[in-house]
């Protein structure tokens, strides 16, 4: 069997609605199937008097605190739309036009899974032009203080990932989780992982216009020690699934699916898009790869039976 991957796209359209977790605002929204080359692009459905189209690359990254906003060269904004870029590289969707009436990317329940299960409810299409990675050629690292991420050379072609949090709360603690994103990982073992917060953190962040719509229905809310969700944790883990889960989708951002290993100690959005931008800025330590030559040589010997 050929290894030779090809871009993706849907079948079909697909439509949600929800609040998003910031702002509190409503939104729909849909995905739509995109040629091959288009790469994820947001259009803001409800601006008409500026460009609307908002492309999910890391130099668009305007906002990371709490989560990721993309901003275009006209002001325009979308936010946090990590959990869905996540599901996008998680199920291997590589095109898709994302309209959206509102400001922000519904939160859903706090985590991939809706998102996951829409895209692949519609279906996945393979598409005649081959999936471009980004090869990691040598060793590029960020630091913020205690916090470090690094993408490090590998001769795999999908991403490898080892995350370490560690938190004051004993409802956390130390947590730390090492995997292959092979195809049909991420929406088994990652998806389902919600956002979390600290309830002393929500009237500081409601005076700043943030975690409007934030509730027990889409986050993980702990006082202390305690999980104040009725149902409790989804799995002991949960909080470094989440944190991967986040990685996914800020490392969309870089362009395409990176080959190489991606390690981190204390990963958040910020650390994660200043990774990207490193990366980027640095020409020597990746470059663009298909599988043109595997490619080329399974036709040759189809021609040749």
């Not at 959990?83 to 009436?101: F, K, M, P, S, T």
């Not at 299409?125 to 050629?137: F, N």
């Not at 600290?198 to 719509?213: D, I, P, Q, T, Y």
Request: a negative charge; one cysteine or more; aromatic letters at 4%.
């Amino acid at each position: 069997m050929s290894s030779v991957q090809f871009q993706q796209t849907v079948n079909c359209p697909v439509v949600c609605a929800g609040v998003g977790v910031h702002t509190g605002a409503r939104a729909r929204m849909v995905m739509k199937p995109a040629p091959a080359g288009t790469g994820i692009r947001f259009c803001r459905t409800d601006i008409t008097d500026r460009d609307n189209m908002i492309d999910a690359i890391g130099d668009q990254v305007s906002e990371v605190q709490l989560g990721t906003t993309l901003r275009n060269e006209d002001g325009v904004t979308i936010a946090t739309v990590e959990h869905l870029l996540a599901a996008c590289a998680g199920v291997g969707v590589d095109n898709l036009i994302i309209e959206i009436d509102g400001p922000e990317v519904p939160i859903m329940d706090g985590s991939s899974a809706v998102y996951c299960e829409l895209l692949l409810s519609a279906g996945l299409r393979r598409q005649g032009a081959m999936r471009r990675r980004i090869r990691i050629l040598e060793d590029v690292e960020v630091r913020d203080g205690v916090k470090v991420a690094r993408l490090s050379p590998s001769a795999d072609d999908y991403l490898s990932i080892h995350a370490k949090i560690e938190f004051e709360s004993r409802a956390i603690g130390t947590q730390q989780m090492s995997l292959r994103l092979l195809p049909g990982m991420f929406a088994r073992d990652i998806a389902f992982a919600r956002t979390f917060g600290f309830a002393h953190e929500v009237e500081m962040l409601k005076s700043m216009g943030l975690a409007r719509g934030g509730s027990l229905d889409n986050a993980v809310v702990l006082d202390g020690d305690t999980i104040m969700n009725p149902e409790g944790l989804r799995i002991n883990d949960e909080f470094v699934r989440h944190k991967i889960l986040d990685a996914v989708g800020d490392l969309m951002l870089a362009g395409a699916p990176i080959a190489g290993v991606y390690e981190a100690r204390q990963p958040g959005h910020a650390l994660n898009n200043k990774l990207v931008r490193a990366l980027l800025d640095t020409p020597t330590a990746w470059c663009w790869e298909t599988d043109e030559a595997e490619a080329e040589q399974v036709a040759s010997m189809a021609a040749r039976r």
